[in-house]
């Protein structure tokens, strides 16, 4: 009785041996797996706590409860997220590089900065190196230079002679076509289009034949048209919120008809726009803006610096370490503008700041994109590359938007604007791994944006020490520069 009862055990503890591992079904690979995270879902406005998230190959292969991701994939890199809020890489949608060739290496130098901010993604709008940005932008995506992935607008399209340098010059509808061309085949992201000197009326046929090719345009809008004439060509976003401004002013096609003709400057247009806006009139343009799908990115900070450079003392800031010194000087132009200004006109330069900044508001509620922008780089002073973005979206709480729409001005609008939400803006499976781990909640207070632990750009996790050995290496280079301009 027992030598048979004894085989028929043996026989099952040889069966439950054999097939137990084959039941377990093995666990999927990744290459680094965050654990016990609270996800911030921006399009909600809501956090989702307890999570974890799988990267693989510079993408998000897996998010959900903890317990469940845990058991079944696994990762020779595992980070513990708990007390860590998670957002999507941000986006700075307005930048310049520039300055002239003697500054290339100083404006190479900034791109780490903006990933130790957790910017993982930025706009260039053309400067006067556009060649340079857009061997840049080849050099990052093959993985051959470290930086934020960056999308850019090459040279921007101008008229003959323009102020600016870096310019495809237009002065015919034929020049405009071969501009366009031009940047066709450098593969920009966008057109950038100003007015210094081009005719209003190629401004609108650029606009126009870009879009019939495809492409986003953006650009400063000459002040002898009125926005909607610049809209209805096609014209992708405003930059700048000022502009925004024109077209809630019941007298604006007036305005800009004086203005083509010579009977006003530019000064008494803007003061014009300025003393005859309405709210209604606004708002009505406002939710056009919004169902011709508009995005503004207002760079409203910049604006706000240059505005109060004549009270606000910037000369020890901190941030000026990361500055070379070449690009420093680049500063001079407008400190020097501004200490040429009469009491009156310092007065009626802090007044209309507020003025324009009480616009923000009014284009969420009425459901115009904002995108985040700073307008950081040369030139313009004191609006430093990373930090900038941060500044930004304080200031858009401070007039009025709550954390949750700032952040998203941050991290949705742009992959918005140039269509790539399937790939960005979220936390979830099939998006670019491009991530922030935060020590704080953005959601209750928007300065969690600079409490940054960690920032994984395109797969690769770049912890709070390596984040900071950036930074230290950043203020090395500066100083090194400073030593030799001292020399």
Not at 165 to 192: M, P
Not at 270 to 290: G, I, K
Request: charged fraction near 20%.
């Amino acid at each position: 009785m027992l030598k048979p009862l004894r085989r028929a055990l043996a026989a099952l503890s040889a069966l439950t041996v054999l097939t137990a591992p084959a039941l377990a079904a093995p666990r999927q690979q990744g290459d680094v797996l965050i654990r016990h995270a609270t996800i911030v879902d921006v399009e909600k406005a809501r956090t989702v706590p307890d999570q974890a998230i799988v990267t693989r190959g510079g993408a998000i292969v897996a998010v959900g409860p903890d317990k469940a991701i845990a058991r079944d994939w696994a990762a020779p890199r595992t980070l513990e997220a708990a007390h860590r809020f998670v957002i999507p890489g941000l986006w700075d949608m307005h930048v310049h590089f520039g300055g002239g060739p003697d500054l290339i290496a100083e404006n190479k130098a900034l791109l780490p900065l903006y990933v130790a901010h957790g910017i993982t993604t930025i706009r260039d709008c053309a400067g006067d190196l556009p060649y340079d940005v857009l061997a840049w932008r080849d050099e990052i995506a093959r993985g051959s230079l470290f930086g934020p992935n960056l999308l850019t607008s090459g040279p921007k399209i101008e008229g003959l002679k323009p102020i600016w340098k870096g310019t495809l010059e237009a002065g015919s509808k034929a020049d405009v076509d071969a501009a366009l061309a031009r940047l066709q085949g450098l593969k920009v992201d966008f057109v950038k289009i100003t007015d210094s000197t081009l005719d209003p009326q190629l401004f609108l046929y650029a606009v126009a034949r870009a879009k019939a090719l495809g492409l986003r345009s953006s650009g400063h809008i000459p002040m002898a048209l009125t926005v909607r004439q610049a809209v209805d060509a096609g014209l992708s976003s405003i930059e700048h919120l000022d502009y925004a401004r024109h077209p809630g002013s019941p007298d604006e096609a007036a305005i800009a008809a004086d203005f083509a003709a010579g009977r006003i400057n530019r000064a008494e247009a803007n003061r014009r726009l300025a003393t005859s806006f309405d709210h209604a009139t606004a708002m009505a343009a406002y939710r056009r803006f919004a169902a011709d799908g508009l995005a503004v990115t207002p760079t409203l900070n910049g604006s706000r610096i240059i505005a109060h450079l004549d009270d606000e003392d910037h000369s020890h800031d901190a941030y000026l370490a990361y500055i070379g010194p070449k690009l420093r000087k680049t500063y001079d132009w407008r400190i020097e503008r501004a200490a040429k200004a009469t009491p009156a006109e310092i007065a009626a330069r802090h007044a209309d700041i507020e003025r324009v900044g009480a616009i923000l508001p009014m284009l969420v509620e009425a459901g115009v994109p904002i995108m985040a922008g700073t307008d950081a780089g040369f030139l313009n002073s004191f609006n430093y590359p990373g930090i900038g973005l941060h500044d930004e979206l304080d200031l858009f709480v401070a007039k009025g938007l709550t954390p949750a729409q700032a952040l998203t001005a941050a991290t949705r609008a742009g992959p918005a604007w140039f269509g790539k939400l399937d790939r960005y803006g979220a936390i979830a499976p099939g998006k670019v791994a491009d991530i922030v781990l935060l020590t704080a909640n953005p959601l209750t207070d928007i300065h969690a944006t600079r409490a940054i632990d960690t920032v994984i750009l395109r797969g690769r996790v770049h912890d709070r020490a390596a984040l900071d050995a950036m930074l230290a290496e950043a203020r090395a280079k500066v100083a090194a520069w400073n030593a030799e301009t001292a020399q």
